[in-house]
């Protein structure tokens, strides 16, 4: 990085940053709101002193590992651009084939709750995605709710937000009228060393673990969701690569059936989905 009051290029900044280029890019287009053509162009525009003191302060704080996602303030989700903060989980490539399955399983005109909603990225791309269904969703922390609410104002999606643990959320949908319930809750062990590691040093740790051993969330809401979903309705979490047989197990125990675990690109399991068991003879 570069002291104040030395000019400084756009390109030497890129080449000086200590970042790889790419995400030295990234910080340069933000603080000048610039594009990636603009920067080829004009690579010997001189910075301002304001200019640079806002590039380095942002170097500074990537070089100490806060995620890029949390300093640009968004990350591309389902081809569309999400706002995320600190109180959020930043959206991952691997949730979007929760989103897949969600698609594949929600009926015409059907009713979806999305619990632990975080910043909203699975309800609200749900809703761009299917302007024809009804979009609930949940979470317990404000903050976090306030961020899904700017997505969804952002990208005219219809979706109906509430506040509260789990099923305590209000507003909430009626008894038996969800056809799909979705969730990414918290599932990483309290013990697992990733939580010390990596972006998950500075993401909300409650939207991470359980406190517990990673399962507890997933009971609670496979035991709670025959009061809400309809006859045949389907329940779909996302979870960790060695998680896939216990969440079976526990949608087998709640009596769902068409069980089953999905792989993600990597080849882990990472989404498991049942169908609650019809209540017709």
């Known amino acids: ?56 302060q942002l170097c500074q704080r990537r070089l100490a590992g806060e995620p890029l996602a949390y300093l640009l303030g968004w990350r591309e989700f389902y081809g569309r651009c999400f706002q995320v903060s600190e109180a959020v ?31 909203g990225a699975i309800a609200v791309t749900i809703a761009c995605e299917r302007p024809d269904a009804q979009i609930w969703a949940a979470d317990i922390s404000e903050e976090a709710l306030a961020v899904a609410q700017a997505n969804a104002s952002v990208l005219q999606a219809q979706v109906r937000f509430g506040q509260g643990s789990w099923y305590q959320a209000q507003p909430q949908p009626a008894p038996h009228s969800v056809d799909v319930i979705v969730s990414n809750p918290p599932y990483i062990d309290a013990q697992d060393p990733h939580l010390q590691q990596g972006d998950l040093r500075f993401e909300p740790q409650q939207a991470l673990t359980d406190n517990h051993n990673g399962l507890s969330a997933f009971k609670t809401i496979i035991a709670g969701a025959k009061d809400f979903l309809r006859p045949d309705g389907w329940l779909l979490f996302e979870h960790g690569y060695d998680q896939g047989e216990a969440v079976r197990n526990m949608l087998s125990q709640y009596k769902f059936r068409k069980i089953q675990t999905l792989a993600d690109l990597a080849g882990l399991d990472r989404v498991t989905l049942g169908q609650i068991k019809s209540e017709a003879p």
């Not at 290029?9 to 990636?36: C, D, F, K, Y």
């Open 1 to 56: 990085m570069t002291k104040p009051n030395t000019p400084v290029t756009l390109e030497s900044w890129l080449n000086n940053s200590g970042l790889p280029r790419l995400e030295a890019r990234m910080l340069l287009q933000h603080v000048l709101v610039i594009s990636h053509s603009h920067i080829i162009a004009h690579g010997t525009q001189l910075l301002s002193n304001s200019e640079l003191a806002s590039l380095n």
């Open 89 to 119: 989980l930043i959206p991952r490539p691997e949730t979007e084939h929760l989103v897949d399955a969600v698609l594949a399983h929600l009926p015409a005109q059907g009713t979806l709750w999305d619990l632990g909603t975080g910043s």
